[in-house]
């Protein structure tokens, strides 16, 4: 399993980062959602 997954922070314009990451915690209004490297999908 991969210690890492590739991020990539986009705009209509361009691409702003393109990091690896080991997690991403996105905000949201009933609390974070984190997305981690081998984890199953979510919708």
Known sequence: MADT???DLVSPERRL???PV???R???TD???SAMPGHA???
Do not use: A, C, T, Y
């Open 5 to 7: 997954m590739q991020f």
């Open 17 to 19: 980062v393109s990091v």
């Open 22 to 24: 080991r997690e991403v």
């Open 26 to 28: 996105l905000p949201g």
């Open 31 to 33: 609390g974070d959602l």
């Open 41 to 43: 999908p979510v919708i």
